[in-house]
């Protein structure tokens, strides 16, 4: 039987219960950049500075939110730690494990203008991250994500990745009727009223969450900018790329049998009966 699901309005402003939140910045910003992070104590420091190194130069005002979920190792105390140092980073702990559910523990609770993410391996060259936040800023589009699959992208990654990763794609492109080329990228934005209605509507809290994101955008009429990216594989990564496809495949087929509703919205420009993908 398809999962239904009643219209419910869009909150003046969305919240979300987490364990624990460290924030130090005092203004108001128009991007935060999350990280999402499990278990990366080695890591966690040298990106976040590196990601602080590139963005002083940012013709935007930001802050970058580490979002923790369920780390057991020093994950939490470095990004704690971080905060302390740099008034422009905030850390945010979820007890339950899921990259899904760090990410909408951040954006919902984000009072920035556009809410994005980035990998903590900083796979995707930052170069990409004007041209993914500058068009939802302007307006002139509601989500905006990296893709190594569309042309002037540069990708460094082993064959199995390159051939599971657009096999997984040409499903997508085939069973939803896909318009967007590449689900998986780790490089995605959000304007924060489009997070604000989309978010509450999204189920799954691991892999599947970025592309169950971008259906429920592409089946309410959303505006979804792609932008070419350079993108080099880290040898190191934990993700077990077989194992994410089976998940997000089964997740696929869930989707396929669910009603989609349409939530009312001024980023929405139509209304229409709850969608079914």
Not at 78 to 97: D, F, G, M
Not at 171 to 182: E, G, K, M, P
Not at 185 to 192: P, S
Not at 212 to 222: D, H, T
Request: charged share 25%.
């Amino acid at each position: 039987m398809a999962q239904t699901f009643a219209r419910v309005e869009a909150p003046e402003r969305a919240s979300f219960s987490i364990d624990a939140a460290l924030d130090t910045t005092a203004r108001q910003p128009v991007l935060d950049l999350v990280v999402p992070v499990h278990n990366e104590e080695a890591v966690l420091a040298s990106s976040i500075e590196r990601l602080l190194g590139y963005l002083g130069a940012f013709p935007f005002s930001f802050r970058v939110s580490i979002a923790d979920n369920a780390s057991t190792d020093r994950t939490w105390e470095i990004a704690c730690r971080l905060t302390r140092r740099h008034p422009s980073v905030r850390a945010v702990h979820r007890p339950q494990k899921g990259r899904g559910g760090a990410l909408r523990s951040a954006w919902m609770t984000s009072d920035a203008e556009v809410v994005a993410y980035t990998d903590v391996d900083l796979s995707t060259d930052l170069d990409a991250l004007l041209p993914l936040v500058a068009p939802l800023v302007s307006g002139h589009s509601d989500v905006a994500i990296g893709s190594r699959l569309v042309p002037g992208a540069r990708v460094v990654r082993g064959p199995k990745r390159e051939l599971v990763s657009r096999a997984y794609n040409l499903i997508l492109r085939i069973v939803a009727r896909a318009r967007f080329r590449d689900a998986q990228c780790g490089f995605k934005a959000l304007r924060r009223d489009t997070a604000g209605l989309l978010l509450p509507l999204v189920e799954n809290d691991n892999w599947f969450f970025d592309t169950e994101l971008l259906l429920l955008a592409q089946r309410n009429g959303l505006r979804i900018h792609e932008v070419p990216v350079d993108w080099v594989d880290d040898p190191d990564s934990k993700v077990n790329v077989v194992a994410t496809a089976l998940e997000d495949l089964r997740g696929l087929a869930r989707l396929t049998r669910r009603s989609v509703p349409f939530r009312a919205g001024a980023r929405f420009r139509s209304r229409r009966p709850p969608a079914r993908l």
